[in-house]
């Protein structure tokens, strides 16, 4: 397994004053007049991107939706796989948005493992500890703001095979379930004590290898 796989940024815009129809059909709250775009060629960096914002910035997740079909099949070359919008007061705070959110996915690094050639050649899956949930993730899973989150995710039988394994390994919740997501991803926001969430990804990450490495093993 290794961990090298890195997300890329593919397009970011500054709205230093949002136009007021705009706002409206966004559903921007009062105060909110700037704003921040992203797309990013895989939709989980932007996710816990976005939350990472949400600590750093006075700014709020307004929207952040994964593209269907995922990033093989864009709408264009900047699509990428994932939209995320950041609603800021001001352009100095949406700027310091965009600061955090490019700062995070620069140094984010996705778990791999390379396939016998007759199977898909490279899987790739994400299982991340976010020592203090921010704003946007906490709502998510339904928790109070710096709650320990661990985001996992894989393609759908070893995410919910892996999370099975996650949740006997550690002291943890489930805060979110997504069985299938329009990447065609299984993914889940569990909760607990730092310690507790790194285990879980641990266990996660050792799960999917599992699979991975013997795909056909069930006993």
């Not at 940024?9 to 136009?19: D, F, T, W």
């Not at 921010?134 to 998510?140: A, F, R, V």
């Not at 996992?152 to 999370?163: D, F, K, N, R, S």
Request: proline letters at 7%.
């Amino acid at each position: 397994m290794e961990r090298t796989l890195k997300p890329e940024i593919l397009s970011v815009r500054l709205i230093a004053n949002v136009h007021p129809d705009m706002a409206k059909s966004l559903e921007l709250l009062p105060g909110e007049k700037s704003l921040a775009l992203f797309t990013c060629n895989i939709d989980d960096p932007l996710y816990i991107g976005g939350d990472e914002a949400t600590k750093k910035a006075d700014v709020r997740v307004a929207y952040c939706r994964s593209h269907f079909a995922g990033g093989s099949y864009p709408s264009g070359p900047l699509s990428g796989e994932a939209m995320l919008l950041l609603a800021a007061p001001n352009p100095a705070e949406a700027t310091a948005g965009i600061n955090a959110v490019l700062e995070f996915v620069d140094a984010l690094r996705y778990s791999t493992v390379t396939l016998p050639v007759q199977v898909a050649p490279l899987m790739v899956w994400l299982a991340y500890t976010i020592s203090r949930s921010g704003t946007y993730l906490s709502k998510e899973a339904g928790v109070a703001p710096g709650t320990p989150i661990a985001y996992i995710t894989a393609p759908p039988l070893e995410g919910h095979y892996a999370m099975e394994r996650s949740l006997k390994a550690a002291d943890v919740a489930v805060g979110s379930f997504t069985r299938l997501s329009e990447t065609n991803y299984h993914g889940a926001l569990l909760y607990g004590t730092q310690s507790a969430c790194r285990a879980a990804c641990r266990a996660f990450d050792e799960a999917v290898l599992s699979v991975a490495r013997d795909p056909l093993a069930f006993q």
